[in-house]
């Protein structure tokens, strides 16, 4: 498929986040003429990134024709890690999963893992029948920071095999199509922005990311904040190493010290109801550390929306937020109030669905989330793309 204009990804944006529009409104919204869109929209009919239906509802005289995204005709896969396991998902391009598993990666290489990948992402391919010029690729997300210029990434301690370029670049060859490495904050954000969204989130949100350590993205006008080397929004730098902080692995060591039987942070949620007052403390503490990420985010971002998600459960989101705005939250400063905050409606589904919409976005979207630092595309640098 031929790269999309600037143009034609500014409706494709406009569509995705403002379901039911008809041409009318897209002139309106985007300033583009009347004759832009029809031109613009006929041809992204026929390459089936719209679909049309005729609205009939209460209208006089001719009725509306209204877009959406065809959500069967493009899919991607995405790729995300716990310590023991992977979630391999593919979404189709309305966000939802199509297809997904949980792999046992206990003991393998890195290209052990890669090949698993691959076989899994063909199988889920051969099951919903996504022919090639479908498939616009595999997202993943790993915790972990990209290092100097954005050459390399430094990978969570737990995750060190990332570290080496060569092990990236043969973990992305074993791929078929168009790879992406992103870390885990940041390709979660991408999908609460994307796929995520509530009605009145705005254009610019800031996920905090509860992962193995803390991490977060923010997305500032509909283009995802990366920084110089793609290392931007990082609130863990509040909270020194070596003393509590508000993080699963954090979790897991208070679990342990209550002999709570878990040894990886997938289990927390199936043992949740059996767990619930042993995690009410570390909740409460860790919300009150939250909350001070709040007050620092609002300042230094002003978001629309503070979203709180990352690898817990959506139950210990929903709690950790419910602490959060229990009390009233002190604004950054005099006359300033502190940004909105709500739980991820994605939950521990955001790093798979996170990362798939990373090789959509590329392909559909502003093309800004490629304009600073380095990505791995078959373990290459890529450049800016659309």
């Keep these: 498929m031929k790269p999309l204009?600037?143009?034609?990804?500014?409706?494709?944006?406009?569509?995705?986040a403002n379901p039911?529009?008809?041409?009318?409104?897209?002139?309106k919204r985007s300033g583009m003429t009347g004759a832009s869109i029809t031109r613009l929209v006929a041809g992204l009919l026929e390459l089936g990134v719209f679909s049309e239906k005729t609205d009939h509802?209460?209208?006089?005289?001719?009725p509306k024709k209204i877009l959406s995204v065809n959500a069967q005709r493009f899919f991607a896969a995405g790729v995300t890690f716990s310590l023991s396991e992977m979630d391999v998902a593919i979404i189709d391009f309305s966000g939802a999963i199509r297809d997904s598993k949980t792999v046992n990666i206990l003991g393998l290489s890195t290209e052990q893992i890669a090949e698993k990948t691959q076989e899994e992402i063909a199988a889920m391919r051969r099951t919903i029948q996504i022919d090639d010029d479908c498939f616009m690729g595999t997202g993943c997300s790993a915790p972990g920071n990209f290092g100097p210029a954005g050459t390399t990434i430094r990978a969570h301690q737990l995750f060190q095999d990332f570290d080496d370029p060569k092990k990236v670049a043969a973990f992305g060859a074993r791929i078929d199509g168009a790879f992406f490495l992103e870390n885990d904050g940041s390709a979660a954000a991408l999908g609460e922005h994307v796929f995520g969204r509530q009605p009145d989130d705005g254009a610019s949100l800031f996920l905090v990311h509860i992962g193995y350590g803390l991490g977060g993205g923010a997305v500032v006008d509909g283009k995802l904040f990366r920084g110089e080397t793609g290392n931007a929004c990082l609130p863990g730098v509040l909270f020194p190493y070596g003393a509590p902080r508000p993080t699963a692995q954090d979790l897991m060591s208070h679990?342990?010290?209550?002999?709570?039987?878990?040894?990886?942070?997938?289990?927390?949620?199936?043992?949740f109801d059996d767990l619930q007052d042993v995690i009410q403390p570390w909740v409460t503490r860790a919300a009150e550390q939250l909350r001070h990420v709040v007050r620092v985010t609002t300042g230094?971002?002003?978001?629309?929306?503070?979203?709180?998600?990352?690898?817990?459960?959506?139950?210990?989101?929903?709690?950790?937020?419910?602490?959060?705005?229990?009390?009233?939250?002190?604004g950054p400063s005099r006359g300033l109030t502190a940004a909105h905050v709500r739980s991820s409606t994605l939950g521990p589904k955001a790093g798979a669905v996170g990362a798939a919409c990373i090789p959509l976005?590329?392909?559909?979207?502003?093309?800004?989330?490629?304009?600073?630092?380095?990505?791995?595309?078959?373990?290459?640098?890529?450049e800016a793309a659309g």
Excluded: C
């Design 361 to 382: 976005f590329q392909s559909f979207f502003g093309g800004s989330y490629w304009d600073t630092g380095s990505n791995y595309l078959n373990g290459r640098r890529t």
């Design 5 to 16: 204009s600037l143009n034609e990804r500014r409706l494709v944006e406009l569509v995705v």
């Design 300 to 330: 230094f971002f002003d978001p629309s929306i503070i979203i709180i998600g990352g690898r817990l459960p959506m139950a210990i989101n929903a709690a950790l937020v419910a602490e959060i705005n229990a009390t009233p939250l002190e």
């Design 57 to 62: 509802k209460g209208e006089s005289g001719q």
């Design 255 to 271: 679990l342990e010290a209550s002999d709570a039987n878990i040894s990886d942070i997938n289990e927390i949620s199936h043992k």
């Design 20 to 27: 039911g529009l008809a041409r009318v409104d897209l002139a």
